[in-house]
């Protein structure tokens, strides 16, 4: 288990790489290169760096949406 100072530091370096990767893929969309080798490679790394960001939350749970699956909802936000 991580502890707080070493899961902030491994996900400022995560969000670092997936804003670089991101951005890449937005200067891309940009220029109008939205295929090829280069936007198959920038796809990838993108598609990578989010994985590495998501593969540090295992600890972290969110509720996907009980509206959606039928359950009740719950919290500050239901009337």
Known sequence: ML?????????????LDLDATTNQLMMLVVADEVSGPRWDEAVTRQKLAYDAWTSI??????DPMPALDGRPLD?????
């Open 57 to 62: 939350l295992t600890g972290v749970q969110t």
């Open 3 to 15: 502890t707080d100072n070493d899961f902030r530091f491994k996900a400022h370096q995560h969000l």
């Open 75 to 79: 919290g500050p936000f239901t009337s």
